[in-house]
């Protein structure tokens, strides 16, 4: 096999998918080609059917507030099949002192909530005074300087709910650029929200709405992937750049040129081929496994109208959390049962990992039960174990963006995306792979326009 192209994606999960719709849409006129290692496109995109039941290995939706992803589901007619569960009308609860207490979810329900005390929520209106600190800080030691430290739970589990992370190690310019750039330019986050409010230029004005479909994820990757020229099945072992600026893609099966090359891959597969060509300055970055419990009950179950709850570490329970899957999505179940998919691991807790399926779902149940009216035992169980991890944007991101920033101005023809270099989230992924193609079909490498801010939901 040896092949020439335009466009090589080197990767044909959402990210490689949507460099490619954006390809097609942008630029009809390139030959363009998806190259993937695994048998089926989607990458960590995976949806799981046994028996009447439906759940996810990977993302169990993404929100309809970013303009990227909206464009993909109308240009594709999926906006007039997908599934929404609004967040204005569900809950997103926290496990606060062993019981499931509401997030709150605006300015008025955050004065009422007992999730800080009067004096806890007094200091949130330090910010507006703190001197922004010019270098990057963890999560937790941001939050904690501008908010006061009561407000930590409620970060932590806005982290543990997107990256399955650690607030003590994720970086804060890595994970919220968007905010960040606020704080720094108005002095303040919240004067800076107030004044992106005032200026009309949020990104939501009312809150947004949780996105699947009937068939689960795997109906995007399937519309995204139609069409489309892919070789599955193999994996990419060297990239070399050849005569006449030509990159050449090697794999066993033989070789593919192309004047252009988009790498969409995690970051760390990508670093590993990407080292050929200039060291970067770490070889890999941390990753986040958890594994989904799939629970179904009987109708004596009573589960709170909501998405799920997710823990602090502080509240030292074996679940991370929970997602109410039934109550998000019809038909993930046979009918008349509650369907729960209960998260485990994660960067805290990969040793949880190591337990057998059977322990894992006796400690899930048992940690639920505490929080939930779960009268009788699960009639249905089922561990998940997705093969991917959450890739960590942790305090040596920035120094991998920078890195990622002098390859792409010195590779005339290489664009690098993929699952953990501008955050981790779908959409995160969509928007990534519109910069990337405008950069393509411009001819030069990055403009850094991933700094919008996003608001983290579970
Ligand atoms: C458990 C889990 C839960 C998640 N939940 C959510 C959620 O609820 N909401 C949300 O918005 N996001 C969620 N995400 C994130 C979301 O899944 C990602 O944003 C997205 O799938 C990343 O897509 P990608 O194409 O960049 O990477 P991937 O999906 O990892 O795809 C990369 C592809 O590259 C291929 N590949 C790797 N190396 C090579 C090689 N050498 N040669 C050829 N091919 C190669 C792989 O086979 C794979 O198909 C979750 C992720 C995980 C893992």
Redo the contacts with the bound molecule.
């Keep these: 096999m040896e092949k020439e192209y335009d466009v090589i994606i080197?990767?044909?999960?959402?990210?490689?998918?949507?460099a490619a719709f954006f390809l097609e849409k942008y630029c009809p006129a390139l030959r363009v080609v998806l190259?993937?290692?695994?048998s089926?496109?989607?990458?960590?995109?995976r949806t799981f059917r046994e028996n009447g039941y439906q759940a996810?290995?990977?993302?169990?939706?993404?929100?309809n507030n970013v303009l990227e992803s909206r464009q993909i589901l109308e240009s594709t007619g999926l906006d007039r099949e997908m599934q929404t569960a609004p967040l204005g009308d569900f809950h997103r609860f926290i496990c606060h002192h062993g019981r499931l207490v509401p997030l709150p979810q605006s300015p008025k329900m955050l004065l009422s909530t007992p999730l800080l005390s009067p004096a806890g929520k007094l200091r949130l209106l330090a910010d507006l005074w703190k001197k922004p600190r010019i270098e990057d800080q963890t999560i937790g030691e941001w939050a904690a300087y501008r908010f006061g430290r009561g407000v930590l739970p409620m970060v932590d589990v806005a982290v543990t709910g997107?990256f399955?992370g650690d607030l003590n190690r994720l970086s804060i310019d890595s994970v919220m650029p968007g905010v960040r750039n606020l704080e720094k330019e108005a002095g303040s986050v919240l004067r800076g929200l107030k004044r992106k409010k005032n200026a009309g230029a949020g990104d939501v004005r009312t809150l947004p709405a949780m996105v699947n479909f009937p068939g689960g994820m795997e109906r995007l990757v399937e519309v995204l992937g139609q069409n489309r020229e892919m070789l599955l099945g193999?994996?990419?072992?060297e990239l070399i750049r050849g005569e006449g600026g030509l990159w050449r893609v090697v794999?066993a099966q033989g070789e593919l040129r192309a004047a252009s090359l988009i790498m969409?891959?995690?970051v760390n597969?990508?670093l590993?081929?990407l080292s050929v060509l200039d060291k970067p300055p770490v070889s890999a970055i941390p990753g986040a496994?958890?594994a989904?419990v799939v629970m179904a009950f009987d109708s004596k179950a009573q589960i709170p109208r909501g998405f799920g709850y997710l823990a602090p570490e502080s509240e030292q329970r074996f679940a991370l959390g929970a997602m109410f899957s039934t109550h998000m999505f019809s038909g993930r179940c046979p009918e008349g049962q509650i369907m729960i998919e209960v998260l485990v691991g994660g960067r805290r807790h990969p040793e949880r990992l190591e337990l057998s399926d059977d322990e894992i779902v006796a400690m899930a149940y048992a940690d639920l039960g505490q929080l939930l009216t779960l009268p009788t035992a699960p009639v249905y169980a089922k561990v998940l174990r997705?093969e991917?991890?959450?890739p960590q944007l942790e305090m040596d991101h920035p120094v991998l963006l920078r890195w990622r920033r002098q390859m792409e101005a010195k590779w005339e023809g290489l664009h690098i995306?993929?699952?953990?270099w501008d955050?981790?989230?779908?959409?995160?992924?969509a928007k990534t792979a519109a910069r990337t193609v405008e950069a393509l079909a411009a001819g030069h490498g990055r403009s850094d326009t991933n700094a919008a801010v996003r608001p983290v939901y579970?």
């Design positions: 080197v990767g044909a999960g959402l990210s490689g998918l949507c190259i993937d290692q695994a089926r496109p989607g990458g960590a995109i996810e290995w990977g993302p169990h939706g993404f929100l997107t399955a193999r994996s990419v072992k794999t969409a891959l995690p597969p990508a590993k081929l496994r958890i989904n997705p991917g991890e959450i995306s993929g699952f953990g955050g981790i989230g779908m959409n995160d992924m579970f």
